[in-house]
């Protein structure tokens, strides 16, 4: 595999039972790059993020994060293991994920929360990581409510602070699963626009899954249309959202409008 790659899809399956989630799906993603995943419910999309967090095996292909594959041995049942937990912890802290319902930690306050893993899963000493939490909080805009705890504040302020927690172990992936998608309407500005300042960061690679188009389009670098496990077309999101060569793209895109 070519040394400009951070992420690579090669051949993977995924299977529940019977049921074939991800089929043979194959994609390359670029450091820097800024890459959305959209299409109909059940097509894999949250399946391909679970992955590559370690949340889920594959039953078949290869995953490789900075080049290195997270599998490698076939487990008794036909699954594929991690060749070691130390392996799978140093891969897994190149990535971050930003999820659909927050998974805030209840019992501790914004800060906390976000210097938490920083210490205890980095080490980092506590001063530096309060540190850094600050200057994350100042870049999400939730400096004058570190002392809260998550249930006093509000579902826009909530996906920031997961934002900032993701942030906050320096991952050069960040993956983000419909990040606005439990949010009331009123409040999704305020997340899409500390995602799209990210964006605009040149070293991160971003994978969002999203049902904003419209941001999509404002945000990717490319964006790949999910049908049935497989990826049924990509390109820029100029060719994908306004010239789509395939009657399911399109199908879907009217769906959305
Ligand atoms: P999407 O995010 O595109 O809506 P998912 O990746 O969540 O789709 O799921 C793809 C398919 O896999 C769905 O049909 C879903 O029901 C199924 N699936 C996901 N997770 C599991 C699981 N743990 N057990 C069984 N089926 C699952
Ligand atoms: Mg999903």
């Known amino acids: 595999m070519s040394e400009n790659v951070i992420i690579e899809f090669d051949k993977v399956v995924k299977r529940f039972g019977k049921y074939t989630v991800l089929d043979e799906?194959?994609?390359?993603?670029?450091?820097?790059?800024?890459?959305?995943?959209?299409?109909?419910?059940?097509?894999?999309?949250?399946?391909?993020?679970?992955?590559?967090?370690?949340?889920?095996?594959?039953?078949?292909?290869v995953v490789y994060v900075d080049g290195k594959p997270l599998w490698h041995e076939k487990a008794a049942d036909g699954s594929l293991r991690p060749a070691s937990e130390a392996h799978l912890r140093q891969l897994r802290t190149m990535l971050g994920m930003v999820f659909q319902q927050f998974n805030l930690f209840p019992h501790m306050t914004v800060l906390r929360n976000i210097t938490e893993a920083p210490v205890q899963v980095l080490g980092l000493p506590k001063?530096?990581?309060?540190?850094?939490?600050?200057?994350?909080?100042?870049?999400?805009?939730?400096?004058?409510?570190m002392h809260k705890y998550p249930h006093q504040l509000s579902g826009g302020q909530q996906q920031r602070v997961g934002i900032a927690r993701a942030l906050a172990m320096r991952p050069k992936v960040l993956l983000f699963d419909e990040p606005t998608s439990a949010l009331d309407p009123e409040l999704v500005g305020e997340v899409l626009r500390v995602i799209r300042r990210l964006a605009e960061e040149h070293d991160l690679t971003m994978l969002l899954v999203t049902h904003e188009m419209r941001f999509?389009?404002?945000?990717?670098?490319?964006?790949?249309?999910?049908?049935?496990?497989?990826?049924?077309?990509?390109?820029?999101?100029?060719?994908l959202f306004s010239s789509p060569t395939k009657e399911r793209t399109r199908e879907f895109l009217r769906s959305t409008l």
Do not use: H, W, Y
């Open 127 to 145: 001063a530096e990581a309060r540190q850094r939490a600050e200057e994350l909080l100042e870049l999400v805009g939730l400096t004058d409510q």
């Open 216 to 239: 999509a389009r404002e945000i990717s670098d490319r964006v790949m249309f999910f049908d049935q496990g497989r990826i049924c077309e990509q390109g820029t999101p100029e060719q």
């Open 25 to 61: 799906l194959s994609f390359k993603i670029q450091p820097g790059e800024k890459v959305t995943i959209i299409g109909p419910s059940g097509s894999g999309k949250s399946t391909v993020l679970r992955i590559l967090m370690t949340l889920e095996t594959i039953n078949g292909g």
